[in-house]
C-alpha cells in the first residue's frame, strides 16, 4: 500500500507499507529534497499509525547512516531491536531495525 504526502495539494512524498494480521511493516518514507525538514514525514507516520488502530505492532528498517530519519523514528517511540550486516547496496550498508508497540497513543 501507499500513501501521497503532500504540502499545500502538492505531492511532496510518499509513504509504502505493508499490513499483515496485527503487524504494519514500513517499507519506505520518502520526502522530495526541497520540502524535508518541515514535519511532512513526521506527520505523515503520526498519521498512519492513529489510522491503523487494531495493530499491535510496527517495524521498519533504515540505513544506519540516516541519522535524520532514525532520530525521527525515536522520536515517534521506536526502538531499536537489531541489526542486518551489509542489507543496503550502492554503496553497502547495514541496515537498522526499529520496532514500536501500537497499544500507546501517538
Do not use: W
Not at 525538514?37 to 498519521?47: D, K, T, Y
Not at 488502530?53 to 537489531?82: C, D, H, I, M, W
Not at 551489509?86 to 501500537?102: F, G, M, R, S, T
Request: charged share 25%; glycine share 4%; aromatic share 8%.
Amino acid at each position: 500500500m501507499h500513501k501521497i504526502i503532500t504540502i499545500n495539494n502538492y505531492p511532496a512524498g510518499r509513504m509504502e507499507y505493508a499490513i499483515a494480521t496485527d503487524e504494519l511493516q514500513i517499507l519506505d518514507v520518502y520526502v522530495q529534497p526541497e520540502y524535508r525538514r518541515q514535519g511532512l514525514a513526521e506527520n505523515a507516520l503520526r498519521e498512519l499509525l492513529r489510522e491503523n488502530p487494531p495493530l499491535n505492532n510496527a517495524y521498519l528498517e533504515v540505513r544506519a547512516s540516516n541519522q535524520a530519519a532514525l532520530n525521527l523514528y525515536l522520536k515517534l517511540g521506536f526502538t531499536k531491536t537489531g541489526l542486518r550486516k551489509d542489507y543496503y547496496n550502492n554503496p553497502i550498508e547495514d541496515a537498522v531495525l526499529l520496532h514500536k508497540e501500537l497499544t500507546r497513543a501517538v
